[in-house]
């Protein structure tokens, strides 16, 4: 038999992505989130490829070994280029109507995000405009916002209520996150956020409010199945310790997740009911304490943190990273998009995080994919590129990984390919968008 004849066959698949530079997979045996030195450990193949079928790897490796067992029709070269998975975005406020640049002058004069919030600016401005908007624009809006994310490479959003603050308003926002989620590529995970302000009705009632949360909203949101988690805004001046733990408990109660808005504005001991109620992340945590990062550190809690909020508020500060991975508490990284924060791409957070709070490219990019994505529940289907999860890929056009956050302030995405099919090529056009139905 000739040696043509003894060559094994190769197995069809749906789409190869071939000679990748760098295809960082993030691949572990651990189900837990990385933290301290594990964030550093990204998996890189060097001219690497990955074979899809179904929406699913089936194969990572070598070029020349994927290529010598698997055939496609549709293959894309990666030469000289980097490939990350989909960017996982765990905290956006997605829904939401109206603008607010005249505050962003306010802030440039000194004004806090507190004392706007009490002048009836911030948060219960955008309410005002939200309740008066209809499902249909509020839709319409979302799918724009998620056209920029995924051009950004973004797969995987998850999106906070917040902006109703009554029970039909707030069911109307999650309402919009469902039928978003339906339509669009970008996979969003709902987030119940009815504890994000105190609103006019309740005014100087804020127990009465907790109480129409706990009594009224969290078990219409619950049979309704809007939402797997539960966030509450804990700050001075919002929602107390006290308020804060009664609605996480009662939202745990009703079958939701625990998150938690923590220590933003003030140390108020956010970091350590968030690990009090087992609570799976808990976010900004400008202001947390050392008791309180080791608190979280001993129940994994994540610590998701958004640079680009604290740049936007002009605070002055940004949380402590480091200290954090020194602690071992798992980082992830997110956009905090919302009508004072106006970014959508993770590429820019990650540059955040680097030059604002000294993670290194590879702990962004491990707080970016892998733990974002524990953040959310998802770590089991997505954020890794390893055989049986989600094909959520991203090819970036830069040679290896530490370019990510070192040439920041433009869109780097070459393709982007979302359950293992091409949603973003960037040689078809000015737009890049292939399709975007979900």
């Known amino acids: ?39 550093k450990e990204l998996g890189i193949i060097h001219d690497g490829a990955i074979a899809i079928r179904d929406g699913r790897i089936v194969a990572v490796g070598k070029t020349s070994s994927i290529t010598g067992s698997f055939k496609a029709g549709n293959v894309i070269s990666a030469n000289g280029k ?114 994000h302000a105190v609103p006019p009705e309740y005014k100087g009632n804020t127990q009465g409010y907790v109480n129409l949360i706990v009594d009224d909203m969290l078990p219409k949101v619950t049979e309704k199945v809007l939402a797997e988690f539960c966030d509450v805004f804990c700050e001075r001046g919002v929602f107390n310790l006290e308020q804060s733990k009664r609605i996480l408990v009662n939202a745990k109660e009703c079958g939701l997740k625990a998150k938690i808005h ?104 491990t707080a970016a994919t892998i733990n974002a994505a524990h953040a959310l529940g998802k770590a089991h289907d997505i954020g890794s590129l390893e055989v049986g999860k989600r094909a959520d890929v991203v090819v970036l056009d830069m040679p290896n990984h530490k370019f990510l956050g070192h040439h920041f302030g433009m869109n780097l995405v070459d393709k982007v390919v979302k359950n293992g099919r091409i949603v973003v090529d960037k040689e078809i056009g000015p737009s890049g968008i292939v399709h975007l139905e979900g």
């Open 1 to 39: 038999m000739s040696k043509r004849g003894k060559r094994k066959s190769r197995e069809t698949v749906d789409l190869l992505i071939v000679n990748a530079n760098e295809l960082v997979t993030l691949a572990s045996s651990s189900q837990k989130p990385r933290i301290g030195k594990q964030m």
């Open 262 to 365: 923590a220590d933003e504005m003030s140390l108020l001991g956010g970091a350590e009911l968030a690990a009090d109620v087992g609570a799976v992340s808990a976010e900004h945590l400008l202001f947390s304490s050392i008791d309180g990062f080791q608190a979280m550190a001993a129940k994994d809690t994540i610590a998701v943190l958004l640079p680009a909020a604290a740049f936007s508020l002009m605070m002055g500060r940004y949380p402590d990273a480091r200290l954090m991975i020194d602690l071992n508490v798992p980082v992830a990284l997110g956009t905090d998009h919302n009508p004072s924060c106006l970014v959508e791409s993770m590429q820019l957070i990650v540059a955040f995080a680097c030059h604002f709070m000294r993670l290194t490219p590879d702990e962004a990019i």
């Open 82 to 195: 980097t490939v990350l998975p989909g960017f996982i975005d765990p905290h956006t406020h997605l829904v939401f109507a109206g603008s607010r640049e005249d505050e962003f002058q306010m802030r440039i004069e000194g004004a806090s995000y507190l004392e706007i919030l009490n002048a009836g600016g911030g948060i219960l401005r955008t309410v005002t405009d939200t309740r008066k908007t209809s499902v249909e624009r509020l839709v319409d809006t979302c799918m724009e916002k998620l056209d920029i994310m995924l051009l950004h490479g973004t797969t995987t959003v998850e999106a906070k209520s917040g902006y109703g603050l009554t029970t039909k308003d707030e069911l109307k926002i999650l309402e919009v996150i469902r039928r978003v989620n339906q339509l669009h590529t970008v996979d969003i995970v709902a987030t119940f956020l009815g504890a």
